[in-house]
């Protein structure tokens, strides 16, 4: 089960109370900005986290300002596409509601989902960026801290993401092997508590450098976390060595 730290209260909560009840999870984003981006992420991530527990999801967008810039990013950082807030029908405003909200902005009532800020280090940076290694660099630090993405950050993000892909691809031309049990529950634990990514992304490198597990084992165990990484790690299958 899935449990969420609630930015009102401090608390940790479950993050879908109500079991495979329908759950809104509302982004918002007053207008465009990189920080905005992590806002959106965090939301797709707990996405992606509720479905792979059994829980309906719908996304949902309140922004003012900047949608067009906004659904562009979105589309660019394989985020899936939200509604928007305004076509929100009498059932969906029924349902159970976590609001995902940069620090210092919007106050919903319910729980919220703090989104700590993104420091640039140059206006543009965002933008310019290959927009993979951008997911994994705003990915690589736990939401609640604060984030420097810089040239170095970008570099590290795009390195690893190339080396991962081409793992991947090699380890898919080896016989497949389950999932290791050790690797599903220290996945599952760490993005089930509070949502963290960062260790998701320790269990994966512990994954790759593990001499004990078959090549096989480690494609499925990389495949299976990207339904929640997003990355598209399996993106060179059947490319040229």
């Known amino acids: 089960m899935l449990r969420i730290t609630d930015a009102r209260t401090g608390e940790s909560v479950d993050a879908?109370?109500?079991?495979?009840g329908l759950?809104?999870?509302e982004a918002h984003v007053p207008d465009f900005h990189t920080?905005?981006?992590r806002v959106l992420l965090v939301a797709d991530l707990l996405q992606r986290a509720l479905e792979l527990g059994g829980t309906p999801v719908w996304g949902?967008?309140?922004?003012?300002?900047?949608?067009a810039?906004?659904?562009?990013?979105?589309a660019a950082l394989g985020i899936r596409p939200f509604e928007d807030r305004r076509d929100?029908?009498?059932?969906?405003s029924e349902a159970q509601v976590l609001h995902v909200v940069g620090e210092g902005g919007a106050t919903p009532d319910g729980v919220r989902v703090a989104v700590a800020p993104v420091d640039s280090e140059a206006p543009?940076?965002?933008?310019?960026?290959?927009?993979?290694?951008?997911?994994?660099?705003?990915?690589?630090?736990?939401?609640?801290?604060?984030?420097?993405?810089?040239?170095?950050?970008?570099?590290e993000a795009r390195h690893t993401l190339a080396r991962w892909r081409r793992a991947v691809a090699a380890w898919a031309q080896q016989p497949s092997?389950?999932?290791?049990d050790e690797a599903r529950a220290r996945l599952r634990t760490a993005w089930e508590d509070d949502l963290d990514v960062p260790s998701v992304l320790k269990v994966l490198a512990w994954v790759e450098t593990d001499s004990g597990l078959p090549d096989g084992a480690r494609f499925e165990t990389y495949a299976y976390a990207d339904r929640l990484l997003g990355l598209d790690l399996t993106r060179d299958l059947g490319s040229p060595a």
């Open 69 to 74: 810039e906004l659904r562009a990013g979105v």
């Open 177 to 180: 092997r389950p999932i290791p």
């Open 88 to 92: 929100v029908g009498p059932g969906l």
């Open 124 to 155: 543009g940076t965002a933008e310019s960026a290959d927009p993979a290694a951008l997911r994994l660099a705003l990915l690589s630090r736990h939401r609640s801290t604060p984030l420097r993405l810089d040239a170095a950050a970008l570099d």
């Open 16 to 20: 879908a109370p109500v079991r495979r």
């Open 23 to 25: 759950t809104r999870v």
């Open 35 to 37: 920080g905005a981006l």
């Open 60 to 67: 949902v967008l309140t922004g003012e300002r900047g949608q």
